[in-house]
């Protein structure tokens, strides 16, 4: 997947769990998820599992602790996708 | 350096099944936590044992986070290695709308001790039918903590914001009524208590959730006022 093909599946993770659909129309690497989106950090683990399913792919704890912002998630799914892909080479 | 944490989670957002699947409470509960959890299952549900830990991981960091901008928050890595339960945990009046105090001596709290690395801290929680509210402190007594818990009718994440700022700007103005008090955001997006222009050494803490908004202070250094 290329990454925007990443970002346009991340925002639909991410829509049920900000209520600022302006903002998450115009997210960059930079977007923070809960400082810009007004994300609860409760609904942090949410999203995590959301992409683990949406992907297929296992984040381990060390990668979920760097996503933070929405170039990091981009990082970590595009790193997690590529360990799958050589997997099942 | 003094500090404080706090934060709310509110029962009625929660999701119960997901709570319970593995994928999701093992990216909270480190192993030894979910062991913990054997000796206390009759006296707490599952679901608000793993939403009891976060609240009380969230409120460590954000306990440490003031003094170390760059820290991380990695649940399984806040580790709560003794809990106590109140004898009557559920003694609180689930319609209530407005909780505020200093310590906990009137209060049934859950006791807690928690470590991040070489960082051990204590924490004491409120858990009734509606929210678990944490509070972290660096001493067990919280004589000097103060905390509040209100209701909100607006979720908006701006209403929130507002909420729990004229909540706890009510308390303190009245604590310190010759003070202009005004909370803002440092750079490392803490909140601060400031008089005028200056920055008042009285660390805060805010946390919102669905409808509950909460705030903890600590007044060790009260006298610098």
């Known amino acids: ?89 | 350096m003094n500090s404080t944490g706090n934060d709310i989670v509110s029962l009625n957002a929660i999701d119960i099944t997901r709570t319970k699947q593995q994928r999701f409470y093992s990216k909270i509960l480190a192993v030894s936590e979910s062991i913990l959890y054997n000796q206390y299952q009759t006296d707490i549900t599952f679901e608000n044992f793993v939403w009891l830990l976060w609240s009380i991981k969230e409120s460590a960091y954000k306990f440490l986070q003031r003094n170390k901008p760059g820290l991380v928050f990695s649940p399984t890595k806040c580790i709560v290695t003794q809990l106590e339960i109140p004898a009557e945990s559920q003694i609180m009046n689930p319609s209530i709308f407005v909780l505020e105090g200093i310590g906990f001596d009137k209060h049934p709290a859950f006791k807690s001790i928690v470590t991040v690395g070489l960082e051990a801290l204590y924490s004491r929680s409120i858990v009734n039918s509606d929210f678990i509210f944490s509070v972290v402190s660096r001493d067990n007594n919280f004589e000097s903590t103060g905390w509040g818990i209100k209701r909100i009718d607006d979720t908006d994440s701006n209403s929130q914001s507002a909420e729990v700022r004229s909540f706890l700007l009510e308390k303190l103005q009245n604590e310190f009524p010759l003070h202009r008090l005004q909370i803002n955001k440092n750079s490392d997006d803490c909140p601060i208590l400031v008089n005028g222009a200056e920055e008042i050494n009285i660390p805060v803490s805010l946390a919102h959730h669905d409808h509950w908004v909460a705030y903890s202070y600590q007044l060790d250094s009260v006298s610098s006022l």
């Open chain 1, 1 to 89: 997947m290329t990454k925007q093909e990443i970002l346009n599946e991340l925002k639909k993770v991410i829509a049920p769990y900000t209520t600022n659909k302006e903002m998450l129309a115009g997210i960059d690497d930079n977007t923070d998820l809960i400082k810009d989106l007004k994300i609860n950090s409760a609904n942090l683990v949410d999203i995590i599992i959301d992409a683990e399913a949406k992907y297929d792919i296992e984040i381990d704890y060390d990668s979920a602790d760097k996503m933070v912002n929405v170039g990091t998630c981009i990082d970590v799914i595009s790193e997690k996708i590529k360990e799958k892909n050589e997997q099942h080479g």
